[in-house]
């Protein structure tokens, strides 16, 4: 079985970045057209988008910045070796401009909320919605600081949706949390060293 990083590694970056925009493309189609089978009233769903600024900067953006600042500690202190994706996301965001960088986490943000909180989480649950996002992300499951990373902000997201019952929230946090890290890596080689 060929690693997602070896087939990465042969992607050209005009592929590799037609793919990561083709795959969540498909992610947005079917939250979407799984909300018309899934609600019984398409406006119901709609109601989980409510611009409530005081909602989205406490529970969106307050929380974005506290898992980027896990995060940037998580990698300042933990071997490189315990949460590497083997280069993916440097391949992702080292070449990208900060207007791509912006676009792709927009993009990553909002087809990921809607499928996962917007749709799963609402139908099947929490647990439900909070387990498979993180299994969704195939190169973390060998990584176990990386596993319980993504499961940890995933269970986090979840409840921040709870709470709010808000998409623009969740989408806030997750966007500025993929943003943000997509920026440090791009603009510089960090964390501990290898064992």
């Known amino acids: 079985m060929t690693k997602q990083s070896e087939i990465i590694t042969q992607l050209t970056d005009r592929k590799l970045n037609k793919q990561l925009v083709l795959s969540q493309l498909l992610m947005l189609f079917a939250g979407f057209l799984l909300s018309v089978f899934l609600f019984d009233q398409l406006v119901n769903w709609l109601f989980l988008f409510t611009i409530d600024i005081d909602e989205i900067i406490y529970y ?17 202190i933990v071997p490189r070796r315990y949460y590497d994706d083997d280069g993916i996301n440097e391949r992702i965001f080292s070449n990208r401009s900060i207007k791509g960088i912006f676009m792709l986490t927009l993009l990553v943000a909002i087809s990921e909320e809607i499928l996962f909180r917007g749709v799963i989480q609402t139908t099947f649950g929490y647990w439900f919605a909070s387990i498979l996002f993180a299994l969704v ?31 623009y929230v969740t989408i806030t946090s997750h966007f500025i949390v993929d943003f943000t890290l997509g920026i440090v890596i791009r603009f510089q080689k960090w964390g501990a060293e290898s064992e």
Do not use: C, E, Q
Request: net charge positive; charged share 10%.
């Open 137 to 167: 992300h195939i190169r973390y499951l060998k990584k176990p600081v990386l596993l319980l990373s993504v499961l940890a902000v995933s269970f986090y997201i979840g409840n921040i949706f709870l709470l709010t019952n808000n998409l």
């Open 60 to 76: 969106g953006v307050f929380s974005g910045l506290l898992i980027v600042l896990f995060d940037l500690v998580l990698i300042k």
